[in-house]
């Protein structure tokens, strides 16, 4: 396993982090299954664990903190909080300097540690002074609970004005930004990359199998899309254009993969991690299967022949369809745009 630097922070983690969404109801129920799937992963040189408190409502951090009893110390262990923890109370959720300290606290409840590594903030909040939730964060920093901050789906200029209000306001800064990224969403090319890189942050990338189309399973001729019931129709309805273009692209990119002697989840990860923007990509095993078609991809480099087909099918710095965008996009919304 060759570690990568985390921005400059001077920690080293795997280029794979083992993503935990799916411990728990909202994937896997069975605690054992996934308590095993994440001492597989440890033990094959991964480091790097990240998990969030809205995770099958807060199940998933308490299966990592139970996986991760007597190996601790050697793991560099992320989390986030942002989204709403209770369906009644308005309050148990977002940025605030008040939900901070008590979602902080419930955290490290669940997952029997008494510090997490890197605190990510889930979402950008377009009603909440980034300094209020920088200010909240910098203490938990200053009283040991944290080692590091990250945000999430922020897009460029969010970046840089957190990075600016941690100056002006003398605050711990972000070193991490996790967005989404794949060959089918590569919007981040454009700016938050950039960004990312001129503020020396780690960049951790979510979905390199853009939520499942580039499994290999989803062809032209597919009738629905990766778990498509219970997930959003702007993303997953194959019958909307936006998705058929990515079953078009799917399905060349796993012809490309054949050609090149690898899977399509390999040819997917691998186009990740290889990017020099990139710091490590969150995969999201559910079985053990899942997590060991993922390991290959460590050790596959894409020639420049395939990196230009790849172009080819999805050119650089596009997200054929623009619902996959999940950073900033309250940015984007009608009211904001001048019609």
Same mark, same amino acid.
């Given at each position: 396993m060759h570690y990568r630097s985390l921005g400059r922070t001077g920690v080293?983690?795997?280029?794979?982090?083992?993503?935990?969404?799916?411990?728990?109801p909202w994937g896997n129920e069975d605690e054992a299954d996934c308590v095993r799937i994440i001492h597989r992963a440890l033990d094959s040189g991964i480091n790097f664990v990240d998990t969030a408190d809205v995770y099958s409502a807060g199940v998933s951090e308490e299966i990592v903190g139970k996986?991760?009893?007597?190996?601790?110390?050697?793991?560099?262990?992320?989390?986030?909080?942002?989204?709403?923890?209770?369906?009644?109370?308005?309050?148990?959720?977002?940025?605030?300097r008040r939900w901070i300290i008590r979602a902080v606290e419930d955290s490290l409840r669940r997952l029997g540690t008494d510090y997490i590594d890197l605190y990510q903030v889930h979402r950008p909040s377009p009603d909440t002074?980034?300094?209020?939730?920088?200010?909240?964060?910098?203490?938990?920093v200053h009283q040991g609970k944290v080692r590091y901050l990250g945000s999430s789906s922020y897009s460029g200029s969010q970046i840089a004005e957190a990075q600016w209000v941690s100056q002006e306001r003398r605050l711990e800064r972000f070193v991490t930004e996790q967005p989404p990224y794949s060959v089918l969403v590569r919007g981040i090319e454009e700016?938050?990359?950039?960004?990312?890189?001129r503020h020396s942050m780690g960049t951790l990338t979510y979905s390199p199998l853009a939520g499942g189309w580039l499994s290999g399973r989803y062809r032209m001729d597919s009738s629905t899309g990766p778990a498509s019931a219970a997930?959003?129709?702007?993303?997953?309805?194959?019958?909307?254009?936006?998705n058929r273009r990515k079953l078009e692209a799917a399905e060349q990119l796993a012809l490309l993969a054949a050609e090149a002697g690898l899977t399509p989840i390999e040819l997917a990860v691998a186009f990740v991690v290889n990017h020099p923007g990139v710091t490590s990509a969150i995969i999201g095993p559910r079985t053990m299967k899942q997590l060991d078609a993922f390991l290959p991809a460590l050790d596959v480099?894409?020639? &420049? %022949?395939?990196?230009?087909?790849?172009? #080819?099918?999805? =050119?650089?710095?596009?997200?054929?369809?623009? &619902? %996959?965008?999940?950073?900033?996009?309250? #940015?984007?919304? =009608?009211d904001r745009r001048r019609r």
């Open positions: 080293r983690v795997s280029p794979l982090c083992l993503g935990a969404m799916m411990f728990g996986a991760l009893v007597d190996r601790r110390d050697n793991v560099f262990l992320a989390t986030k909080f942002f989204m709403p923890m209770s369906r009644n109370d308005p309050n148990h959720r977002g940025g605030s002074d980034v300094a209020e939730t920088l200010g909240a964060l910098s203490d938990l700016d938050v990359l950039p960004a990312a890189r997930r959003p129709a702007a993303r997953f309805d194959v019958h909307t254009p936006a480099t894409l020639s &420049a %022949d395939v990196l230009d087909r790849i172009d #080819e099918i999805v =050119a650089p710095g596009v997200t054929l369809n623009p &619902a %996959d965008n999940s950073y900033g996009d309250f #940015e984007l919304r =009608a």
